[in-house]
């Protein structure tokens, strides 16, 4: 349901008013620790070595070549510029990335896992997508419902790039543009509900996100997975109102169940009469029940006048005939 803390800001001053300067202080604060990521949990330092020793054996080989062709500092000069060449024309891409290779400015191919050869200042690589599936954290500030109430939503989305090519030739910057999207889906979407009917629809809310985010995102070769929300604050005012509300529905609840119960008992208390009033026996057969259950479960002795004595015979004499 809705976050019990607070709805923004810090805690009111004296005179029951929040200064506004500290509330916008505490609010990027609550941001920025919402906003700090995990540090990952694989590593490209294969790649960079990889990249560092295709360096190094180039810088020999260009030193051994140009010590044998022109010796002196020219030689030094050939050894980098062999190394610099040998490492653009082989790459590492690790299991979960590919690169996107461009050639004389036109895309020419997709490369990847593994080793990748390119040609020198023709072809270059201009970008290398993580294909992993990619947790994003997004909120809406201040948004309004359609009842014209603030709220503050903090979501998070799971998305990957499906294809490289159309991350990297069809958007200037995927990432931000797929977080800024979200943002801007979650307000369209917020924006058409009422407050009460963000407690109860948070599976459909999270399933509208998530259709007008991957609507856009699908021309930038990014899918969409899912899309959660993590928490609604709603002003404190506010809580405390529909608190209120909600637990007038309860109390209201809890007395037209009292009322229906106590309907049926009286229905079959009448059931019940007219039974008795049927057959003189079924009474007289009750009275010695009561009788029996009080007996048994108090002891002691009772003292039972003539006439419902009588009717006990009777009632005894009934059972005989049946």
């Not at 050639?103 to 080793?115: D, E, I, Q, S």
């Not at 200042?121 to 109430?149: H, K, N, P, W």
């Not at 200037?172 to 407690?199: F, H, K, L």
């Not at 007996?295 to 005894?316: K, Q, T, W, Y």
Request: glycine letters at 6%.
């Amino acid at each position: 349901m809705f976050d019990e803390k607070p709805g923004v800001g810090v805690p009111d001053d004296p005179q029951g008013k929040t200064d506004a300067f500290d509330e916008g202080i505490a609010f990027a604060q609550r941001k920025s620790k919402d906003k700090a990521e995990p540090k990952r949990t694989t590593s490209r330092n294969g790649a960079v070595l990889f990249s560092a020793v295709v360096f190094l054996l180039g810088c020999v080989v260009g030193l051994a070549l140009g010590w044998l062709l022109f010796p002196g500092p020219w030689a030094v000069i050939a050894g980098l510029v062999v190394g610099a060449v040998f490492a653009m024309c082989v790459r590492v891409t690790m299991q979960w990335e590919r690169a996107v290779v461009m050639r004389l400015g036109k895309f020419n191919r997709v490369a990847g896992p593994g080793v990748y050869f390119t040609i020198p200042i023709v072809e270059f690589t201009t970008s290398v997508v993580d294909q992993r599936m990619r947790c994003t954290y997004f909120s809406g500030e201040r948004i309004l419902t359609a009842d014209l109430v603030p709220v503050d939503v903090d979501a998070v989305f799971f998305w990957t790039v499906w294809d490289p090519r159309q991350a990297c030739t069809e958007v200037e910057n995927y990432e931000s543009s797929v977080s800024r999207t979200a943002q801007a889906c979650m307000r369209d979407v917020i924006g058409s509900m009422e407050i009460e009917e963000m407690a109860t629809r948070r599976a459909q809310i999270d399933a509208e996100i998530r259709d007008q985010i991957a609507t856009i995102t699908e021309q930038w070769g990014v899918s969409v997975a899912t899309v959660k929300i993590r928490n609604i604050i709603i002003p404190e005012e506010l809580q405390d109102a529909m608190s209120k509300a909600a637990q007038a529905q309860r109390e209201r609840d809890a007395r037209v169940i009292l009322a229906e119960v106590e309907r049926d008992i009286s229905a079959m208390l009448v059931e019940a009469a007219n039974e008795y009033d049927a057959n003189e026996h079924a009474m007289q057969l009750r009275a010695m029940h009561a009788v029996n259950d009080s007996v048994r479960e108090h002891g002691g002795m009772i003292v039972v006048p003539s006439s419902l004595g009588d009717s006990f015979g009777n009632a005894a004499d009934f059972l005989k005939r049946l």
